[in-house]
């Protein structure tokens, strides 16, 4: 019952909050917004019993993507205009209302092979045994940080000044 | 994060746990940052040859109260064209990621609110909101001192998040363990003679992300009037201000956490151990406070990527290299290799790295 | 002492390098001496080991040592590369000579030196280069032999840019790195050739499958060819031979140390450590022959009007060079490695007398110095005596590997052994020129503002004086025939039978009146004045042209296969059919393509967004049809 | 009692405003948020699927770890572009960043 | 920053704070201990001797200020003018005691006096009864070496007087 | 995540900051308007006159004797240098001479004030450096010593109208010389221990070596003097260049900076301290008895014609020009105040760096905003 009440709490809020990312006026409160359903995933996380992942969450999405949102934000305040919509609002609108009822369609009329096994607990020995372990997503690992240096040199070099 | 400590239902006699020491903590927490405020001031005042606050109450330890009663009846003024709600919103979001580091925190052998097998990684995951409050203050105080307290604010956490996570993780390798309580038990040995240079790297990173000297940038009074803080009065400052301690004393009682053996000692309870030592550490921080110079932003960066975060790296490698190849030696054999590691490789560095003397070219 | 050590030898001198510029760079720059002690003191250890490695391998049966390797690469069911040592005759040889040269060198650099701002650089990388030479010569697989091949060419370039601001330094360090490239592509196509066809980068097996006949024909001609076309890069051999006179632009010592005795040698130890190779292909024989014979009498010519002194010295490395490849190509490995070990002592000797001249006069222009025999006696006297040694004049170490060269080419092929014969004139006369240029006659000014002449410091006259008696003894090695037979032929006699036996030959005779010859028209020219210089200039005016613009040989490569070929042939055909053919079967498509285009291009708004909504409804509409008929 | 699907639809929630929100918006920062929450709802649907099918494998929440790295480093470059493009353009519109058309 | 110190640099400045931990602190708790002022002290009020005053006015003259006022009779009387009003403004007196100074008769002094804040700005104003000398309203040496040799010793830092924060 | 270090100096769009002036460390009500781009300094504007009190006029309208209290409030620092440069003007326009007692009690009090000076100087620079509180702290605590000893001389702490033409007011009292000899004695201590906690500090150093230079040539061409002069490399004293009251029988050094940097004019105060304390030594050593003040009338009228008198003060060339017209005031009265004209460089120092320099450099020229606003 608990985690019911949990799970509609933060999912309802999750909601909102990612409504008011693409609704509300103001870009920077709209930053904070997603930093909410951020949070509000986290809680997600958590009562899906992965609780590494939700402080990872945490760390990255909230720590790191928001705070550099922000700081973007703040570099271009003299530019912002408010948060206004595009000419495709409506044909958006209705893009994003059939993919949700197509993918909603699929999501409910699957039928899920559900495992009643209880999940596994603590998660974090299991989660380094599947990245770093034998057998597991080393290489993936390994490519990671590639993809990221890559990332912070072109980023450095996107911004670099002359 | 705290599913193992939750029962399969929620409600039950665990809310009694939880909401005394949830209670508990909170007190605690407060009274420990006035204290603290007084003895800092106190400390500080010592080292320049004054008394400091000595009115208020037997030594002026009232002092605090007194100041947060003062702070509460004075007037909440919020900029004409700052943004209100936002405004109003950062000193909570500031302060409740401070409190809520306190829950993992070890302050006796069954003293913790929540012994999460992620605890260290909580704390990290936590405290980088605080940076959300501080922006939060900052731009929604529309003034340009603040939006410079803040931007600074946000550049030092980003960067000196990654040498302290990574100097952390030294002490999890040694530790075997996320845990903090586990951490603690692991330490037969206090880390800091096993990690001296993760110490170093973890205290300096600590430092900046918490605003103290010398990387105070945030509200480098000399500078920026008071960065962030400069548009907040009354009892919304005294929730800022009262954040920026409680990191001051997270921090203490991390380090002494992670590397001082926690609350293990001989002879005295171990409560007592846990607050001396957390003393302890406040103290060098206030010492260090009253004696150096500040550094300049891209002096701070450059600090963060040329010189902890390589340090930070290497010190990984070697305490990994060490747990690999030598998993049976006695860990007192690495004591004085490690400490050997520390100044070679501090040395060398000191020898290399130089932060813009001249022009800032970043 | 455990076969172990051996890796101490290459090992040794790494240590050094990574000590001086890790540490002593950073630290102790303003104590420059350190760097050159630590470099000296790990080439005494490796001395030390190297000596005892020889007196081992003399020792053993079939005169090699097995030293256990490590598996470095091991990829499951394919390749294996193992890190392993080699220890024979030739790898002994080779070191004594790299180590021991690569020992005075870096002593009399401890004085030449001195004051440099670059001084634990400069040790540095000499500490590199000793250490990767070493490498090469140890190394037991060709991979590994390439890679230190290529860390050789890199110190090079590095130690030949030494003195990076000047133009052209850098230049020549450049030039130096791209021709050796050249030759180096032959090499590793012939590397790859040969594991393709073998499956192993092992020297030893690959010699052993060539002695077996197993590798044979067209594919081992290949391979041998292109071994030698990177050993020709190496060992400026004539078509690439042009980067090594442009090399005197690094520092004295080092071309003492490298254009001398060890780099450049390498090519020639290349050959003969792959020498089944090449030995069970008549074709590579004969090439390197021709081409070594070719390059002997061709690089001698144009030493002989050089008026830079170390150029002079280049010269007659590419001829000296040239004579030890004609005798490989010729004779066999003994012989072509006795040249180079007696070669490699007196030319370094040669580099570094050049290199006191230069320190007492600031120039290495011949024609500014002059009498310099009054102001440094000892110079003089070990100049001359490499001099004389090179000459091949009797006793002294020359006589005895050339003589020996030219008795293998003369069985082998008589037009080369003319070719040789020529040439042992002109390097009478060249080396002699310079003698009677650099140290006879009167002062003539040095360099503009250099003071005084003056003999150099007594670090710097040591190392001379040690190589200088090295450069009269080393060929008394073979009288006895004894270094042949650490290769494993020729036969053994007595000490006295072999030195004076040897005059009761013809051939001898007649390479020393040759020699004479030389230093005699030398002396009549450049020391008595009988005759003109300027007057057989000018009677040979387009000689004299020819040589002293080295045969237009770098303008031809400039010209010629830059501009001409490259840009004007090649480029230019590839445009006419690039602009005829395919652009006109492109363009007509393309015409067609961009009709159509135009008509259809509006749909391209450049907005993200809209594109973004037409993925939108493209994966609506697929997923429509998923369910709907799928 | 809350299932796999009760996720999944959240799932698809999200992802959807964060379809509108790319579509719709002109600021530049806020699509890239909302490309920022559809990725986090992919990221729920992992987790859940991983939870709810395979709970002793964990292989959805390695994934989720990879989809945050490859967010970081997507916001990392994205909004590189953004203050490249803010700096030559003065705008962050994305109706105007349009010079690519025909 | 380039550490050529290694981290010496700050490590001495650590060494000379810690070290203040164990020194008196040179703080005075003011309304509780105070300190004895300079002998030559300029206190905040200005004594004037009716007896000795001719009423030349010299004062009055030698006052950049304008903040005393002085008004005599016009008939001498015993070689004296008689003062007939004689107030000061001690709100604009600047304490630069050039009229003690001018004054020929040793009739107006500096007080020792230092603590004269006032509520009311009226308080400032010094008519000629509350300028009498008391007991209570010393008078400074200030331009009067004799005088000054009679008040108590100034209590000096250098002497470490400060420590002993005698009280009044 | 490191673009974040990236961002935070990007071109933005330049941006105005008022520092100033009613900010923390303008050191009185001084206002530069910086234009910054991200927290780079493009360019600065120094706006002043906050404090400007008309004090030129107010001489003007002042005897001669009137007007020393009226300098004491020109450079509040340094009081007894200002009667002191004002007296010697008044005695070149008037041709009075001085005793010589009392020129070396004017000696004494100058160099006391010069140290007292240099102490707040050094300190507040520190201060602006980030030190939080300490150094100011320490060497206020020594400031007091000297304002214990003027205290005892004059009866005021900050305003001291000490000085006379002709003279100074009145005799030293008996205890002045053995107080000063034991404040003398345990100085240089002192100076060595702020030397010891600041001096090598790495993060002083870093943020103040090579940072805010000024040139020589450029020095000399704004006329600069003092401090900020000697700092970068110009050897000019007042008290060597063109000697006033007794300072040629003094042996003192005059300390110079080399590369004209923050660093250096905080390394030349300090020198010059422990100068004024060797000059100290001397002058108590020669300090005759006698009288300390000429006769000078009441009220002096200078013949027609016209004076300047200048002294090296603390923060430099510190000027008096008067033009009497045979009256009892002057009828004109000039201040050539140093650092209204060290102030002249700052935007050229401070253009390139970053706020937090600017602070450094502004720190470092040590103004005084009752002589520049007059």
Redesign the interface.
């Known amino acids: 019952m608990g985690a019911s009440v949990a799970f509609w709490v933060l999912a309802s809020i999750a909601v909102l909050a990612a409504l008011a990312v693409v609704l509300v006026r103001d870009v920077f409160r709209a930053a904070l917004s997603l930093i909410l359903c951020f949070l509000m995933v986290a809680g997600l996380y958590i009562t899906l019993s992965a609780d590494f992942l939700a402080a990872v969450q945490i760390l990255v999405y909230v720590g790191a993507i928001s705070v550099l949102i922000i700081l973007a934000i703040m570099l271009t305040r003299e530019v912002q205009r408010g948060s206004p919509s595009n000419r495709f609002r409506l044909p958006a609108f209705f893009v994003a209302v059939l993919f949700f009822a197509g993918i909603g369609y699929a999501m409910l009329n699957t039928p899920w092979q559900i495992s009643s096994t209880p999940p596994l607990e603590p998660t974090t020995p299991a989660i380094a045994g599947l990245l770093f372990g034998e057998g597991g997503f080393i290489l993936p690992v390994e490519i990671a940080p590639l993809l990221l240096l890559a990332a912070i040199i072109g980023a450095i070099v996107l911004v670099r000044e002359k | 994060m705290a599913m193992q400590m939750l029962p399969p239902d929620w409600p039950g006699n665990f809310w009694a746990h939880w909401a005394i020491f949830a209670v508990a903590i909170l007190v605690f927490v407060l009274l420990m940052v006035m204290v603290f405020i007084w003895f800092e001031r106190r400390a500080l005042a010592v080292m320049q040859a004054r008394l400091g606050p000595n009115r208020a109450g037997p030594f002026g330890l009232f002092q605090s109260a007194a100041d947060a009663l003062k702070l509460l009846i004075k007037e909440d003024i919020v900029p004409a064209k700052g943004d209100k709600l936002v405004h109003w919103l950062a000193p909570v979001v500031a302060f409740v990621p401070v409190v809520l580091i306190f829950a993992v925190v070890p302050f006796w052998g069954g003293a913790i609110l929540a012994d999460l097998n992620i605890g260290i990684l909580y704390i990290v995951a936590i405290s980088s909101v605080t940076a959300v409050g501080i922006f939060m203050a900052g731009w929604s105080s529309n003034n340009k001192y603040s939006t410079l307290g803040a931007m600074r604010q946000v550049a030092s956490v980003v960067s000196y998040e990654i040498p302290v996570v990574l100097s952390v993780v030294g002490v999890v390798l040694l530790a075997g363990s996320l845990s903090m309580q586990q951490i603690v038990a692991a330490q037969d040995i206090p880390f800091i003679l096993l990690q001296p240079l993760g110490f170093l790297l973890f205290f300096c990173g600590a430092l900046a992300e918490i605003n103290r000297a010398p990387f105070d940038l945030t509200e480098a009074d000399s500078e920026i009037v008071a960065g962030f803080f400069t548009e907040y009065s009354g009892m919304k400052f005294g929730l800022l201000f009262l954040a920026e301690y409680g990191e001051a004393l997270a921090i203490s009682a991390i380090v002494t956490t992670l590397f001082l053996g926690g609350w293990r000692g001989p002879l005295l309870p171990p409560f007592l151990w846990f607050l001396l030592k957390v003393g302890l550490v406040f103290f060098v921080i206030v010492w260090i406070r009253a004696t150096v110079p500040r550094l300049r932003i891209d002096q701070l960066m450059a600090l963060a990527w040329k010189f902890l975060f390589p340090l930070a790296l290497l010190n990984l490698l070697i305490t990994a290299a060490e747990i690999l190849f030598w998993p049976a030696v006695s860990l007192w054999v690495f004591v004085p290799i490690n400490f050997a590691v520390m100044i070679i490789l501090v040395l060398l560095w000191s020898k290399f790295f130089k932060l813009g003397w001249g022009k800032v070219e970043v | 002492m455990p076969s172990e050590l051996v890796w101490l030898i290459f090992l040794l001198p790494l240590f050094s390098f990574v000590i001086i510029s890790l540490f002593f760079r950073?630290?102790l720059n303003n104590r420059p001496k350190l760097g050159g002690y630590i470099t000296i003191a790990a080439l005494l250890g490796s001395l030390g080991l190297s000596i005892w490695a020889l007196f081992e391998v003399m020792a053993a049966p079939g005169h090699s040592i097995p030293i256990p390797d490590i598996n470095w690469v091991v990829i499951e069911g394919g390749l294996t590369i193992h890190l392993g040592l080699i220890l024979d005759s030739l790898t002994a040889v080779m070191l004594l000579v790299v180590i021991i040269v690569s020992l005075m060198v870096q002593i009399y650099s401890q004085g030449y030196m001195k004051g440099d701002p670059g001084y634990h650089r400069y040790y540095a990388f000499m500490s590199l280069f000793t250490a990767s030479m070493l490498g090469l010569v140890l190394a037991d697989n060709l991979l590994f032999v390439y890679v230190f091949w290529e860390m050789v060419g890199l110190c090079s370039y590095l130690l030949i840019g030494f003195w990076f601001h000047r133009p052209e330094a850098a230049n020549a360090a450049k030039k130096a790195f791209i021709v050796t490239r050249l030759g180096d592509f032959g090499f590793l196509a012939a590397i790859l050739l040969l594991y393709f066809n073998t499956g192993t980068f092992d020297i030893g097996q690959l010699n052993t499958l060539a002695a077996g006949g197993a590798l044979a024909g067209t594919v081992l001609t290949w391979a041998a060819i292109g071994i030698f076309a990177g050993a020709a890069g190496k060992s400026a051999q004539f078509p690439l031979h042009v980067w090594l006179p442009d090399a005197m632009e690094g520092p004295t010592p080092v071309s003492a140390l490298i254009h001398a005795a060890t780099m450049v040698a390498a090519g020639v130890f290349l050959v003969a450590r792959t020498f089944p190779l090449f030995a069970h292909s008549m074709e590579a024989m004969t090439t390197v022959a021709v081409i070594g014979g070719f390059t002997a009498i061709f690089a001698a010519t144009m030493g002989l009007v050089m008026t830079d002194i170390k150029r002079v010295l280049a010269y007659s490395t590419i001829s000296q060079l040239g004579y030890m490849m004609l005798g490989l190509g010729t004779g066999g490995v003994a012989i072509g490695i006795f040249h180079l070990f007696n070669h490699a002592f007196f030319k370094a000797l040669l580099f570094l007398g050049a290199g006191s001249v230069n320190h007492a006069t600031g120039t290495f222009d011949m024609r500014r110095m002059g009498g310099l025999r009054r102001f440094m006696p000892w110079t003089y006297a070990t100049f001359l005596i490499a001099s004389i040694s090179i000459a091949g004049i009797w006793p002294l170490a020359g006589f005895w590997s050339k003589d020996e060269i030219l008795v293998s080419a003369l069985q082998a092929q008589p037009i080369l052994f003319y070719l040789a014969m020529i040439t042992v004139f002109m390097t009478a006369f060249y080396m002699f020129r310079v003698v009677f240029m650099t140290f006879g006659g009167d002062y003539r000014g040095g360099e503009e503002g250099h003071g005084k002449p003056h003999e150099s410091p007594a670090v710097m006259v040591m190392p001379m004086v040690v190589l200088a008696i090295l450069a009269v003894v080393s060929g008394f090695w073979n009288v006895t025939g004894q270094f042949g037979a650490l290769f494993g032929h020729g036969h053994t006699q007595g000490f006295a039978e072999g030195f004076f036996g040897i005059l009761t030959h013809a051939l001898p005779w007649i390479s020393l009146i040759l020699a004479g010859l030389g230093i005699l028209l030398a002396y009549a020219i450049y020391s008595a004045r009988w005759l003109s210089a300027e007057r057989i200039g000018a009677m040979f005016k387009p000689l004299y042209t020819l040589f002293l613009r080295k045969y237009w040989l770098d303008e031809l490569y400039e010209q010629v296969i830059v501009r001409l070929v490259l840009l004007k042939g090649l480029f230019a055909a590839f445009q006419a059919v690039d602009s005829y053919g395919v652009d006109g079967a492109v363009n007509g498509l393309a015409k067609g393509v961009m009709a159509s285009g135009k008509a259809i291009?509006?749909a391209?708004?450049?907005?993200?967004?809209?594109y973004?909504?037409f993925i939108?409804?493209g994966?609506?509409v697929i997923?429509?049809c998923f369910?709907l008929f799928g | 009692m809350v299932g796999l699907e009760h996720y999944l639809i959240l799932s698809a929630v999200l992802f959807s405003i964060g379809l509108y929100g790319a579509l719709a918006k002109r600021n530049a920062i806020i699509i890239l948020m909302s490309i920022e929450l559809m990725l986090n709802a992919v990221n729920i649907a992992m987790v859940a699927f991983s939870r709810y099918i395979v709970p002793l494998m964990l292989t959805g929440q390695v994934f989720a770890i990879f989809i945050m790295v490859v967010a970081a480093a997507e916001v990392a470059v994205g909004l590189a572009i953004i203050i490249a493009i803010y700096r030559h353009r003065e705008t962050i519109d994305a109706t105007k960043i349009d010079l690519m058309k025909w | 920053m380039k550490f050529e110190r290694y981290g010496l640099g700050i490590a001495k400045g650590l060494s000379v704070t810690i070290r203040h931990l164990l020194r008196r602190p040179i703080t005075t708790q003011y309304p509780e201990q105070r300190l004895n002022v300079s002998r030559r002290i300029r206190g905040n009020e200005l004594i004037w001797n009716k007896d000795k005053c001719t009423g030349c006015g010299t004062c009055a003259k030698a006052c950049h200020i304008g903040a005393i006022h002085i008004s005599t009779s016009t008939n001498l009387v015993d070689n004296k003018y008689e003062v007939q009003k004689y107030e000061v403004d001690t709100g604009y007196c600047i304490f630069c005691g050039l009229c003690v100074e001018a004054c020929p008769f040793e009739a107006l002094f500096l007080s020792y006096d230092y603590e004269c804040a006032r509520y009311r700005r009226n308080d400032l104003f010094q008519d000629r009864e509350k300028m009498v000398e008391t007991s209570e309203r010393k008078v400074s040496g200030y331009f009067y070496p004799g005088r000054a040799a009679k008040l108590p010793r100034q209590s000096l830092l250098v002497d470490n007087d400060r420590g002993k924060r005698n009280g009044r | 995540m490191a673009t974040s270090t990236k961002e935070i100096v990007i071109n933005t769009e330049p941006f105005v900051v008022n520092i100033g002036p009613a900010h923390p460390s303008t050191h009185g009500v001084f206002r530069m308007r910086t234009t910054l781009d991200g927290e780079v300094i493009v360019d600065m504007e120094p706006v002043f006159g906050y404090l400007h009190r008309g004090l030129e006029k107010l001489a003007e309208e002042r005897t001669y004797t009137q007007v020393i209290p009226l300098t004491d409030r020109l450079d509040y620092l340094a009081s007894m240098s200002n009667n002191l440069a004002y007296c010697l003007a008044v005695e070149k326009l008037a041709g009075i001479a001085v005793p010589e007692r009392a020129e070396y009690i004017r000696v004494i009090m100058a160099e006391l004030q010069r140290v007292a000076s240099h102490l707040i100087a050094v300190g507040a620079f520190l201060n602006d450096c980030g030190a939080f509180m300490t150094p100011i702290l320490y060497m206020l605590r020594e400031r007091e010593r000297i304002l214990d000893l003027f205290d005892m001389v004059c009866g005021q702490r900050l305003t001291y109208n000490y000085m006379r033409v002709g003279g100074v007011s009145q005799d030293v009292p008996d205890e002045f010389i053995p107080a000063l000899k034991k404040f003398l004695k345990e100085m240089p201590g002192w100076i060595d221990e702020y030397e010891r906690l600041l001096k090598e500090n790495e993060i002083l150093l870093a943020r103040s070596k090579g940072v805010g230079i000024l040139s020589r040539g450029l020095a000399i061409n704004i006329g600069a003097s003092g401090p900020v002069l000697r700092a970068s490399g110009v050897p000019w004293d007042i008290r060597r260049a063109d000697p006033y009251s007794v300072y040629d029988r003094f042996e003192f050094d005059i300390p110079v900076g080399l590369a004209g940097d923050c660093y250096d004019r905080y390394r030349v105060r300090v020198e010059e301290m422990r100068q004024s304390l060797r000059i100290l030594r001397q002058a108590i050593k020669g300090l005759p008895r006698g009288q300390v003040r000429s006769e000078v009338p009441h009220l002096i009228r200078p013949p027609i014609g016209e004076a300047y008198g200048h002294l090296e003060g603390p923060r430099g060339e510190l000027g008096f020009y008067l033009v009497s017209d045979g009256s009892i005031a002057p009828y004109r009265f000039h201040v050539r105040a140093p650092t209204f004209i060290n102030l002249t460089a700052l935007a050229d120092m401070m253009r390139g760096w970053k706020i937090a320099d600017a602070i450094l450099i502004f720190g470092s020229i040590d103004i005084c905003m009752g002589e520049v606003d007059r």
Not at chain 3, 604 to 610: D, R
Request: no cysteine.
């Open positions: 950073p630290f291009r509006r391209h708004s450049g907005q993200l967004q809209l973004g909504l939108g409804i994966i609506i997923l429509a369910y």
